[in-house]
């Protein structure tokens, strides 16, 4: 049930009990008067029942502890510890002696709740407005940086992803219905439930090897529980199904068609396998070669010795197949398994990284693996501005590139009203498509292009490769369609058109003309038959110029120099506020970790800016008086 903060002051408040038991510019005093009463409690009111429950801890308290937190990187009993101990923490957040105390899981349940929708980015986009106006902060001038946050999660092989997926069903299964686990467990390559569980296999062959075995196990538990009425709904089970179909395939039985299984390895790593009939009453042993990725070779003529089996294969496949229908049976058998493959690559629109975190993604950057989220950060950064405020914060999967959250990050500046006229980013974020879209937008990209050397000796050399941004173009100012006025060489087009698909123009030179060119070799014309076509797209050119303009004017250079300020707002973030590693398996509470390292960020440096004034005025009236007392 929801209740609000009662607006009434206890005696037994620190500085109402003690009048000066904090120093007057403690840190404290401006969070009561500044900050804690411009927490609007009625925003999050709807994250609780109407009626009925037990009426929640004060809103105001909640969020103030969890400010405190991520700005001295606390965990949650270090904060219920802390909220018991600190007069600050009291008298910032009006709490009387005695009342101070806190369930740390009251706390995470709290933040639990906060996941559910926005209410924590209007918090902090509530909070940052107040702060951008009381500071008079500018917000003409932004950069933005992103950075990854590490999943807490191992970096999982394939090996380890089998292994870790089947342990986390089974674990499930055996806790909620230990009949059915007794019964698959025997039907398995091995006890996934044993004390000592490694999730590495450093022999690369039994690897290999184990990881056709894991595959055959999750196609086991996959038929034998996709129809049970309770455990299909399993998030472990389920997890099991997608992790399966984005990482094996099973291939269609024909006639002929072989089952493989192990029977040896061979030293270069290569496993030797027998492979038995599928779909007819025939085993056929073979040996197959399989390569360590599963990829399997055809057997050598002769090789196959077939002997009889006494059943109807087809027929347990189908009963295996066929997954249970209530607790008291089985239909499994591993004698009947169709052949499985490896995939190459897993498939999939989310490929699955780890069954605890199935958000986590993997990705690489320099020769680092990196499992985890990104993090993207942006504050104003007008050197005229005595503080800089963060103005945007977000978390998406590690994948996700930084000029496709660029668009994304300009819309909420926009929607917040804090458009930036100058937006700062490194390569990653300006390209000659993200440097148009922002153009569109009325806001000036700066920062160098992607994908080009910044090395000026290379750009400087006289065999530099020519680019479109060494021709002389035209941009018209209503369409912003391009114009190629002339070449390197000055020559004039022999004409230009749009390509059919209206994405690419196309303008021609005098053939004989670009042969016996000092620059044929350096420039962008491909040379036919009758004509040299040169091909480019708007994008192109504007990705071309910019790179032209950071590389020739020292002064733009020095420009976008403003931009390496956001890295050190990436090591506030990360690493002072503990945004570095997420805390969280889901990415839902991965991002409001962020949320509120941004908030704490913010309200931090309110605070000191908040401190500075008050110490200034301090000087100011200390001076004025002494110049009183000469005169
Ligand atoms: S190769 Fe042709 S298009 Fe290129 S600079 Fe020479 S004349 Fe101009």
Redesign the pocket.
Known sequence: MYKSTSPQLSFLEPEILIPGILPKDDWSHIYEEKVYPRIDEDKFKHLYKEKGGAPNKSIKLLISILIFMIIEKLNWREAEFHFQRRIDWLNATHTAFGEASVDYTTLFKFFQRLEKDETAYQLFKELTKIFIEECEVSVKKQRVDSFFMFGWLKILSRYGLFKETIRNFLQALRKHKPGLYEKIKGELSREYLEKDFDLTEKDKAKATRKIREMAQDLYILKTAFENHNQIEHYESFQTLVQVFDQQCMIKEPSEGSIEKEEIGEDCEGQIQVSARAVGTNEEIKSSVKIHPQGEIKEPSEGSIEKEEIGEDCEEQIQASGGGLGTDEEIKSSSKSLPPIEIREKPEGEKIISSPHNTDAAYTKKRNQKVVGHKGFVTETCDPENKVQFITDVNLERATHSDAQEKSRIEERLENNGWKPESFYGDAGFVNGKTILESKEKGIDLVGPSSGRSQSIENFEREDRP?DIADFKVEIDDKSKELKILS???K?KPLDQERSDKGDHILAH??KD??TQ????NR???K?GKNT?T?TVTEEQYAGAARHHQYMESADYRKECSIRAGAESLVNEIANGHGARKSKHKTEARSRLQLIFASIGCNVKRYIRYMVECAQDQVKVQDQVEIVGAIA
């Open positions: 020519l070449c390197p060489n020559e030179f005098d003309i670009c060119c000092p620059f044929c420039c962008p014309v040379i040299s040169l």
